[in-house]
């Protein structure tokens, strides 16, 4: 059985709405740096392009979920950095929460930027390890 036959439809759905999604979430922090900052009640950074930089490396995670759309089990690299950056964001912002370097609205966005990910990215790699270790081998 080749990896095509293997792929289910929903695979690729959920890579290009997490595509369109990371685009966005990018764009906006690109564009508007202090925007997420004055909605959760923080004060802006003193030097947005941080936070821009950050944009851009969500943008560019956006690129890679549209082009392993195409063929999502085998490009499972990319779904696995994706579902690492999407488990260990959450970490980071309690780890902050605790520590009080981060107020609880800066949490506002992880159910849309991580949580809701998290099982069918998990699921992708999932029908990766079971269908195709043969294969990573």
Do not use: C
Not at 3 to 15: A, R, S, Y
Not at 31 to 42: A, E, Q, R
Not at 94 to 116: C, E, R, S, W
């Amino acid at each position: 059985m080749n990896i095509e036959e293997l792929e289910k439809p929903w695979m690729g759905l959920v890579l290009k709405v997490a595509a369109i999604y990371n685009l966005i979430w990018g764009a906006w922090v690109i564009f508007f740096p202090d925007h997420f900052f004055t909605l959760t009640g923080m004060e802006p950074l003193n030097h947005p392009m941080i936070w821009q930089g950050m944009g851009m490396v969500i943008g560019v995670y956006g690129l890679g979920y549209w082009w392993a759309s195409y063929s999502p089990l085998r490009h499972w690299p990319i779904v696995a950095v994706g579902l690492i950056g999407k488990l260990f964001g959450p970490l980071g912002f309690v780890m902050n929460y605790f520590t009080g370097n981060a107020p609880l609205g800066f949490g506002a966005t992880l159910f849309t930027n991580d949580l809701i990910w998290w099982y069918p990215f998990f699921a992708i790699l999932y029908s990766v390890h079971k269908n195709l270790k043969w294969q990573l081998k």
